[in-house]
């Protein structure tokens, strides 16, 4: 005994003085033979004597002298000297595990495991010496020992039978040994155990079989290396598994009579009842209790001794989850054989009255501990009908009904938590997957399955709105598709109600990320003390920090730190970590609590989500698996298009993501029957391409390849040869700007992929652009499908979403650029479109729509003109913006405008209805007056210029006939009374008012503005608004082009020999009103020579209408034809002037008219030399005292000025030049018949005198008031030439006298203007009386209540005094 004594303090002292060398030449501690390692892996260990035999010469060896070391063989001696030391060091190493320094005890570990890979041989045979050297080290030494241990023969490829029966050896006498360590010692040698078991499980299990059969219950350390072996974690592979397995229910069998035993039931029993420290976790021994418990039951062959003993188990406590678990199992195990027992102790269990109180009575408030027990013993009745049905697998089939309508009852009347809800998933897939095992998915029919069907969807309503915590959703959905293959198939409206709540719950969930921050509350409990460092679970580590309870104990939470440490450093799973701090004396609950929280909450957030995700694109295909048909997949995508409606980019991507899948599963298992086509692809494609514009990203790329798979399976259905499918990526990648590659944003985390590792289908296809890809896939559209795409790019631009009106606009644009020509209905397709143009506030998209509007009418004018009409009486902006639109290109201009033509010369007039007879429903007349709005609005757009140009001919034509049946809608007539309640639907007066506006409008922008000019001075559009009148107004307009040397009179004339072949009256008559007047205009010889105009006249005889008739009369009679009467009115006019003396009003106004058409009549022979005569007898009367002659004076002083233009003696431009004062003084005049016929006079003699400015001046006279436009005729008036200035001044003196006030006022304001830029002049003019006169007419005017003739007559005032001074 000394001897070895000495030998080992030698061998100590020999280590230490090599590991001071090896520290100090690390190039010898780092290098290890090879062949020093493969001896050393290889040496087993020797007995006792041997070792002491071997012992002394190696120590000999180490300190002999260099001469005597040099005498063995170099490589022998090398391998030699390293093995020593190799073995030293780990000597050392393993003497330092007692070490309390957490960080030199990390280090150590980390040594000696990385010596293990390289040597395990010799680390083994190390540790081996050790433990026989040192049977006095500490327990938590030896606990660390251990884990070294254990993670070295991990490492090794193989033991040798010596090395097991050591080590199986070693672990036994440690297993069942009681330490200050408790359960955290025994586990550790429980684990040398099972570690031994990976090379030789069967050497093992023979120990374990000898000591569970020997009549006393277990120790907790056999039956955690038996639950470790028999859990799915456990070291074994599967052909050991089975084995063991296999042996074990050869064990259980040997233990049945265990059960007759009372001291080893009760053992039993108080093993599965007693609480765990966390009930987070099940220890391993306990959990393989309730599996064993259950073996012991099936091989019991007494019915009655099973059901004694399920029903002792089912009446302990149900708090705890892992408790209820194990109940179950322990049911469902004994249910594989005694099926009918099991049921029974189940019903009779169900019917207990604990168990009715906890459905009926139980309330959350209630502070009785009993109750509690019984708060979950739902969970465990389902879970242990689950059981039965998997452990009974093909004798469930007679049960399934039976047993179903148990789990419905308990999930609906028992309290809803998550317990419960868990159970009820985790039962009902385990019954469908043993009645899908045992082949029953077909011939099983669920009397039930509606019912079960809607437990699910109320499931899935109540989870959290904003949270994913737990796997229950991808549970429920993934029920709900095993579900569907079973019988009785479902009905369109329950199916239609779980796709609903299925996609609700998956799709509505907030971004991934928003789901994390949720998670997190979930994930940790209410009574944490330890907080972790890292948000993601696989990075949690344990802070160090404590509050609350734990601030109180620093001593523990040190000694916890450093226990996790520790265990850390020695590399063993988080939950062997807490296994020892269960064991630990001192160790505070709540620590073990909240680091128990840290091991469980291992859930990744964004794999559960694409999980269930998954599920529920299992559930989409188990539905088209079951029923491959065309409507199918029509009822599936129809209700993911709401969710591709989505106004939250993430539910899009979802929804976008299903249907690509649902795409993919299509493309890769080609289920579908190629005879059934598909249903409405056309609203498919418009979805999918509005996607296509996405803002995010991740969304726009599965868009795109969505459509490319539906092409794809557009061809393949529509019987076209497409090349293999190729396999696709579950995601498309999207380009970026620099080229790299972007899978995905949005709802996850955006990473980029370098360009090689995108793979894209070979499909070219799947390379072009969005824009390009809806270009071929509309292709393979029928036109019926195509007009429901359409439909649907309509109803987009009604969005709230900005992006989702542009890419409505440019797919709406895109299909009518390639088939614009095809498309039906377009009259519908336009209405819906200016119903929807008024909601587009993006204005590239409005641009986009007008232009596709302008594309359709290319082919379809006719049809969009006759929509847009019903939306213009009068059109609206938006409506304005389509017609533009219409004719934004020149061609399409002209057709639109000849459309509009047509429906503007179909005037039928309303028809009388019978009392019982139905008004009619469309009255043709307002689509008449709407094409005269349209047309007014038109003729000033930049877009419709030039055509309105070329057809200025037949516009006028045409308006004038549409004033004409504007008023024959409006003739005296006494309706039915059937017809007085439908006055409403007769056009208003206005309707006439805006014909006339188009006429008017057409005149002033397009013909000449002189005729427009004459027009409106003379006020003749009043002639135009009653039938008797009509005529004059037609001649007046007729006449003032005539006058005017209007270019249009050719055109206008082609027009009229149309007109006059028209079957309407009313064209034919205002064809022959306006024909008798361009019988005075030399144009008109050049297309209708004079014997063809008068042959058409003849030929108007014979017209229908007496109207005609008349007019026709009165053409032949025109003066063209008949030269001799010029002389022959000439010579009536003297008697004419001598008749304006007479005292009659009525006779003077009469003559003077009566002049004016003999004026007219002579044409281009004129009056000659009597032209004079008429002038100054006309200029006689224009300040008579009478309004009437005043204004007939005028009119006729107008119209001889107008027939004499070009012509004019001298003599007259005389009496022109003495009119112009008294004719501007009297825009003043009080009656409104005088001011108009004074406008008009003025403006003729105004072109006769060839003033500047004439648009001015015919501006100024017709539309401006107030003092600034009589500034501006007065300084046309001054500054036409010195000779007339004299007469000018000269009348203006002379109306200071007259009776009247406004002459005086208005004649003393243009002597005043006079005075300002011409006082030199005045001056001369005026004497001292008319300077008093003026001066006290301007004092009046000072006191009017306009302030700016007060404050002229005040400047008039200061300058009078220079006009008398000029006199002087």
């Not at 004994?334 to 009575?361: M, N, T, Y």
């Amino acid at each position: 005994m000394d001897q070895k004594r000495s030998e080992k303090a030698g061998s100590h002292s020999t280590a230490d003085s090599v590991l001071s060398a090896l520290s100090q030449n690390p190039r010898i501690s780092s290098h290890i033979s090879e062949s020093s390692r493969d001896l050393s892996c290889r040496k087993a260990p020797q007995s006792p004597a041997r070792r002491g035999r071997e012992a002394h010469p190696t120590t000999i060896l180490l300190c002999k002298s260099q001469s005597s070391q040099a005498a063995l063989a170099p490589q022998e001696h090398q391998a030699f000297l390293e093995r020593a030391c190799t073995a030293a060091i780990c000597f050392k190493m393993l003497r330092d595990l007692s070490s309390s320094d957490s960080a030199h005890l990390s280090s150590t570990v980390k040594k000696i495991k990385s010596m293990a890979h390289e040597a395990p041989g010799l680390v083994l045979e190390t540790i081996h010496d050790y433990f026989k050297d040192n049977p006095e080290v500490s327990s938590w030494h030896k606990l660390r020992l251990f884990h070294v241990l254990e993670t070295v023969i991990g490492v090794s490829d193989s033991l040798e039978e010596s090395w097991e029966k050591a080590f199986i050896k070693l672990a036994l006498e440690n297993m069942a040994k009681s330490t200050e360590l408790k359960e955290a010692y025994q586990d550790a040698a429980s684990n040398l155990l099972v570690a031994v078991c990976r090379h030789s499980w069967r050497r093992v299990a023979r120990h374990l079989e000898t000591e569970v059969l020997t009549g006393v219950f277990p120790h907790r350390s056999l039956l955690y290396v038996m639950g470790v072996l028999t859990s799915p974690q456990g070291p074994l592979s599967q052909a050991d598994k089975a084995s063991w397995e296999e042996q074990l229910s050869k064990i259980a069998a040997q233990a049945v009579p265990f059960l007759n035993s009372e001291v080893w039931s009760k053992e039993l029993l108080w093993a599965l009842t007693k609480p765990d420290q966390t009930h987070r976790e099940q220890p391993p021994e306990k959990a393989f209790l309730f599996v064993f418990y259950g073996l012991i039951l099936q091989a019991e062959a007494d019915g009655a001794t099973v059901r004694r003993h399920l029903q002792t188990l089912l009446e302990t406590s149900h708090r705890w989850p892992k408790q209820r678990e194990g109940m179950a199992l322990t049911v469902g195990l004994a249910a594989a054989r005694h099926l009918e027992d099991a049921w029974a102790v189940l019903e009779h269990f169900g019917q207990s009255d604990p168990i009715k109180c906890s459905l009926h009575s139980f309330s959350p408030k209630g502070p009785a501990s009993e109750d509690l027990r019984w708060k979950w013993a739902s969970s465990t009745i389902l879970l242990s009908y689950g059981q039965m049905a998997a452990k009974a697998q093909a004798r469930i089939l007679p049960w399934v009904d039976s047993i179903l309508s148990r789990m419905i009852f308990f999930f609906r009347y028992s309290s809803w938590n998550e317990s419960l809800k868990q159970s009820f998933l985790t039962a009902v897939l385990m019954l469908v997957e043993a009645v899908s095992l045992s082949g029953g998915a077909h011939s099983c029919r669920l009397s039930q399955l509606s019912e079960l069907l809607e437990c699910l969807m109320v499931l899935l309503q109540k989870e959290p709105k904003d949270a994913l915590c737990t796997p229950a959703r991808q549970q429920a959905i993934r029920v709900i598709s095993s579900l569907c293959r079973l019988r009785p198939p479902l009905d369109l409206e329950k199916k239609s109600q779980l796709l609903s709540t299925c996609l609700h719950s998956v799709l509505a969930l907030p971004l991934l990320d928003v789901l994390e921050r949720h998670t997190c509350l979930f994930l940790e409990p209410p009574n944490i003390q330890v907080r972790s460092g890292a948000r993601g679970p696989s990075r949690r580590r344990p802070s160090g920090r404590a509050s609350g309870s734990a601030a109180a104990h620093t001593s523990e939470g040190s000694w916890c730190r450093w226990v996790l440490a520790t265990c850390q450093a020695l590399g063993l799973p988080l939950q062997q970590q807490i296994g020892e701090l269960k064991g630990a004396p001192r160790a505070p609950r709540e620590l073990m609590a909240s680091t128990q929280g840290l091991c469980s909450s291992g859930l990744q957030w964004g794999t559960l989500y694409d999980e269930t995700a998954e599920a529920l694109d299992q559930l989409l295909q188990t539905f088209l698996m079951e029923n491959p048909t065309a409507d199918e997949l029509h009822f599936l995508l129809s209700h993911l298009l709401t969710w591709l409606a989505s106004d939250k980019a993430h539910e899009r991507q979802r929804a976008v993501d299903s249907c690509v899948g649902l795409f993919r599963f299509l493309s890769h298992n080609r289920c579908l029957d190629p005879k059934d086509d598909f249903k409405r692809p056309g609203q498919l494609v418009a979805m999918l391409g509005a996607l296509c514009q996405d803002p995010d990203r991740a969304t726009q790329g599965s868009s795109v390849e969505g459509l490319g798979q539906l092409y794809q399976l557009l061809r393949r259905q529509r019987g076209e040869l497409l090349r293999p499918a190729q396999q696709t990526p579950p995601e498309r990648p999207q380009t970026s700007m620099d080229g790299a590659l972007l899978w995905s944003s949005g709802d996850q985390k955006a990473k980029l992929l370098a360009p090689q590792e995108a793979v894209f289908p070979k499909d070219r296809l799947f390379q072009l652009g969005s824009s390009q890809v809806i270009k071929e896939v509309t292709k393979y559209l029928t036109p019926a499908e195509l007009t429901d795409l359409i439909w649907t790019t309509v109803e987009g631009l009604g969005s709230t979403s900005p992006f989702r009106v542009q890419a409505a606009a440019s797919m709406l644009l895109t299909v009518i650029q390639e088939h614009g020509a095809q498309l039906e209905t377009v009259a519908n397709l336009g209405q819906a479109i200016h119903l929807q143009l008024s909601s587009v506030r993006v204005p590239q998209a409005k641009a986009d729509v007008l232009l596709a509007i302008t594309l359709l009418a290319r082919n379809h004018t006719p049809e969009l003109v006759a929509t847009f009409l019903d939306f213009s009486t009068p059109p609206d902006s938006h409506t304005f913006q389509l017609w533009r639109a219409l004719g934004a290109e020149l061609s399409g201009s002209r057709r639109v405008l000849a459309t509009l033509l047509a429906w503007l010369q179909d005037r039928p007039l309303p028809t009388q209805t019978s009392d019982s007879g139905p008004p009619p429903k469309e009255k043709t007349h307002l689509r008449s007056m709407a094409a005269m709005n349209t047309l007014c609005k038109l003729q000033l757009t930049r877009e419709f210029k030039d055509t309105v140009q070329e057809a200025y001919p037949q516009l006028l034509l045409a308006f004038l006939a549409q004033v004409h049946y504007i008023l024959e809608l409006h003739l005296p007539r006494e309706p039915p009374p059937s017809q007085k309640a439908q006055e409403a639907a007769v056009p208003s007066p206005q309707s006439c008012s805006l014909s006339l506006e188009a006429l008017r409008s057409l005149l002033a922008t397009t013909g000449p503005w002189q005729s427009f000019a004459q027009l409106e001075l003379q006020d003749a559009w009043r002639l135009f608004a009653t039938a008797d009148t009509y005529p004059k107004g037609v001649g007046l307009l007729a006449r003032a082009m005539v006058q005017g040397a209007c270019g249009q009179v050719k055109g206008v004339t082609r027009q009229l020999l149309h007109s006059l072949q028209s079957p309407e009256g009313r064209e034919r008559k205002v064809a022959i009103l306006i024909l008798n007047e361009f019988l005075h205009s030399p144009a008109l010889l050049e297309v209708l020579p004079e014997q063809d105009a008068l042959t058409l006249l003849a030929q108007s005889l014979r017209d229908p209408s007496p109207e005609v008739r008349a007019l026709s009369l009165q053409g032949l009679s025109n003066i063209l034809f008949h030269p001799e009467k010029g002389s022959l009115l000439r010579r009536q006019l003297p008697h004419f002037l001598n008749g304006f003396f007479r005292n009659g009003e009525r006779e003077v106004v009469h003559l003077m008219g009566t002049v004016s058409e003999v004026l007219h009549r002579l044409g281009a022979q004129g009056a000659g030399a009597q032209s004079l005569s008429v002038a100054v007898n006309t200029r006689s009367f224009f300040d008579d005292e009478r309004e009437g002659i005043r204004a007939a004076a005028m009119a006729l002083f107008g119209d001889l000025v107008a027939a004499t233009a070009g012509r004019e003696p001298r003599s007259l431009c005389t009496q022109v030049h003495q009119s112009l004062v008294p004719l501007l003084l009297h825009l003043k005049d009080r009656c409104p018949a005088v001011v108009t016929q004074a406008k008009f006079a003025l403006y003729r003699c105004s072109l006769l005198l060839r003033w500047r400015l004439p648009h001015t001046l015919f501006c100024t006279l017709a539309w401006e008031r107030g003092l600034s436009a009589r500034h501006f005729l007065w300084s046309r008036l001054l500054t036409q030439g010195q000779e007339e200035f004299g007469i000018h001044l000269s009348q203006a003196l002379s109306y200071l006298h007259s009776r009247h006030h406004h002459l005086r006022t208005w004649a003393a304001l243009f002597l005043g203007y006079a005075s300002c830029y011409h006082p030199q002049a005045v001056s001369q003019v005026v004497n001292s009386g008319d300077v008093k006169l003026l001066c006290s007419t301007f004092k009046g005017l000072q006191k009017d209540p306009e302030p700016g003739l007060q404050e002229f007559a005040t400047r008039q005032l200061s300058l009078l005094p220079r006009v008398a001074a000029g006199q002087e």
